[in-house]
């Protein structure tokens, strides 16, 4: 992985991303940093343009979004032209909100409504993903997981992969494996660390200063062509910039080639 491929998801300072104030010091303070990139979420209504404007003043790269999922499934076109307004090319699907799935149709419903938003997106030049959390790897009936078959049913020129290391590892999957068997359908990854105390409680952690094997992960990633390695915290346990500066600098020593 190299340092330009570096990429900071918002959500993680989404308290610092209200206005458009907010996310001007907000761009300067990642940059400083050193991140090179950032996936746009969890930011303030905001208008596109502006958007624009203040990461490029940055030097940042705006490489991926999240949108909401709702508008994905069933306004695909607002999610285009908001897309082909910032400029990039990568989104996911962030959550299934409001879907049960121990329901079989909603499951079936859902895999159906991704695999044609992405054939959209995809004839507009553009890139759907699907971002897990835990529930995704719930088994029913003692079947396929439900990622498997979300992967399985759809096609990969539909629907791509924004696996998210943390939530991988706390459905009880082994991320390493799972970058792998995504290998050539996964153009982005969350690095998310996964830490467990003398206790056994889990936390979220900046990237080092968990249990997950992140030299593996990347060598996975970068063997099956991964472009934007995008470092999320969901919380942080004091300032989310310091946790995302303990980040890069683990990243940038350990992990940079």
Not at 161 to 187: F, H, I, N
């Given at each position: 992985?190299?340092?330009?491929?570096?990429?900071?998801?918002?959500?993680?300072?989404r308290d610092h991303c209200k206005t458009a104030a907010d996310l001007a010091t907000t761009a300067k303070k990642v940059r400083a940093i050193g991140y090179q990139a950032v996936q746009v979420?969890?930011?303030?209504?905001?208008?596109?343009?502006?958007i624009v404007a203040i990461l490029r003043g940055e030097g940042l790269t705006l490489c991926a979004t999240h949108e909401s999922g709702q508008n994905i499934l069933?306004?695909?076109?607002?999610?285009?032209?908001?897309?082909?307004?910032?400029?990039?090319?990568?989104?996911?699907?962030?959550?299934?909100?409001?879907?049960?799935?121990?329901?079989?149709?909603?499951?079936?419903?859902?895999?159906?409504?991704?695999?044609?938003?992405?054939?959209?997106?995809?004839?507009?030049?553009?890139?759907?993903?699907?971002?897990?959390?835990?529930?995704?790897?719930?088994?029913?009936?003692?079947?396929?997981?439900?990622?498997?078959?979300?992967?399985?049913?759809?096609?990969?020129?539909?629907?791509?992969?924004?696996?998210?290391?943390?939530?991988?590892?706390?459905?009880?999957?082994?991320?390493?494996?799972?970058?792998?068997?995504?290998?050539?359908?996964?153009?982005?990854?969350?690095?998310?660390?996964?830490?467990?105390?003398?206790?056994?409680?889990?936390?979220?952690?900046?990237?080092?200063?968990?249990?997950?094997?992140?030299?593996?992960?990347?060598?996975?990633?970068?063997?099956?062509?991964?472009?934007?390695?995008?470092?999320?915290?969901?919380?942080?346990?004091?300032?989310?910039?310091?946790?995302?500066?303990?980040?890069?600098?683990?990243?940038?020593?350990?992990?940079?080639?």
């Amino acid at each position: 992985m190299q340092l330009s491929q570096l990429a900071v998801q918002l959500y993680t300072l989404r308290d610092h991303c209200k206005t458009a104030a907010d996310l001007a010091t907000t761009a300067k303070k990642v940059r400083a940093i050193g991140y090179q990139a950032v996936q746009v979420s969890g930011v303030g209504p905001i208008p596109e343009a502006e958007i624009v404007a203040i990461l490029r003043g940055e030097g940042l790269t705006l490489c991926a979004t999240h949108e909401s999922g709702q508008n994905i499934l069933d306004n695909t076109q607002m999610v285009i032209d908001r897309l082909h307004a910032l400029g990039t090319q990568l989104t996911a699907y962030p959550y299934p909100n409001g879907i049960d799935l121990s329901d079989g149709e909603q499951v079936n419903t859902l895999i159906r409504k991704l695999d044609i938003a992405g054939a959209k997106l995809r004839e507009a030049g553009l890139t759907l993903g699907y971002h897990n959390h835990a529930l995704e790897f719930y088994r029913p009936g003692g079947g396929p997981c439900i990622l498997d078959r979300i992967y399985a049913e759809t096609s990969p020129h539909n629907l791509v992969a924004e696996l998210d290391t943390y939530w991988v590892q706390c459905g009880g999957g082994s991320p390493v494996e799972w970058v792998r068997r995504m290998r050539g359908r996964m153009p982005f990854i969350h690095l998310k660390d996964y830490r467990v105390d003398a206790h056994g409680a889990v936390s979220y952690a900046e990237i080092g200063a968990g249990q997950l094997p992140f030299a593996q992960i990347i060598a996975e990633a970068e063997a099956g062509g991964c472009k934007w390695s995008i470092v999320e915290q969901d919380t942080c346990p004091a300032d989310p910039f310091d946790s995302l500066r303990q980040s890069f600098d683990y990243i940038k020593t350990h992990l940079i080639r």
